[in-house]
């Protein structure tokens, strides 16, 4: 459980962080998903959003940029689509149909979508917001929505959360966060060359598959049973899940460099 209670405090933290700057004068950080101050001086903003107001012609601040650029970095280079796992409330609320679907012995799916589907998404957001001239996402963006209605009130966004928790607990498992979101989707292109990875052992491995019954996104877990090696499927998340339900200690996490040369060694 140590990575889901990580995972838990690191997202209750956040949201805590930006209540409190929004209504105290407590502003570590304060702002919202979309765009953010650390002490106010240091910003971050959503990469994907910075990107659609420039397609769409919206003018923006150099802090914008800087915000992106930060962003970029700490999951394109170190943590991956870490984002989706320890800081998107959305996490929570899939979570949660997860687990429903698991007490009520709900299995299978209503519907086969293909996990392939999020990228479509998100090229069609790409394509049509200069078209359009706006930023096509943000105006119905579920993760920017729900953000901000924790944090100054619920409005409509009740109603998206209501639907994406509905439709992942009755029609499709993981069916938001795997297939649809182009959030998500996004944050798996730029983390292609992220440091943080889980690497495998295949000399430790029991075959158990837990690994494959609790990962979001098990396609990932091609390699388990073949070879051992890091899991570079753009998708991972980096939850830890798999590596908590391993109760053989073939999965643990590690960095990319020091993995690809202790595979090189074993194959020696
Ligand atoms: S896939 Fe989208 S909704 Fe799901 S956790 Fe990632 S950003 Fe949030
Ligand atoms: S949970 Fe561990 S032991 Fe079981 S299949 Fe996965 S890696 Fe192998
Ligand atoms: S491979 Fe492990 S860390 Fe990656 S998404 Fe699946 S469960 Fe999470």
Sequence with gaps: MRY?????????SLIVLYILAHYTGFKILEGNLSSSL??????????????????????????????????????????????????CPVNLVTDNANFLRRKLGIKGNLWNI???????VLAIVLVFTPIVGLPLLELSNPVAL??????????????????IWLFDLLFVKNGFCSHLCPVGAFYSLISRFSLLRVRYNKDKCTLCMHCKEVCPEKHVLGLIGKESGVISGLECCNCGRCIEVCGDDALCF???????????????
């Design 38 to 87: 650390i002490f106010g001086t240091i910003p971050l903003s959503d990469p994907l959003a910075v990107l659609q107001l420039v397609l769409s012609g919206g003018a923006l601040g150099g802090q914008a940029f800087l915000g992106a650029l930060i962003i970029l970095m700490v999951y394109g280079l170190l943590f991956g689509r870490a984002y989706c796992a320890f800081v």
């Design 114 to 120: 293909s996990v392939s589907v999020r990228y479509y």
């Design 146 to 163: 729900i953000h901000r209605g924790i944090i100054f009130g619920i409005g409509y966004g009740i109603s998206i959360v209501i639907a």
């Design 4 to 12: 889901l209670i990580l995972r838990r405090c690191v997202q209750i």
């Design 254 to 268: 590690g960095i990319r460099e020091f993995i690809s040369k202790e595979k090189s060694n074993e194959n020696k």
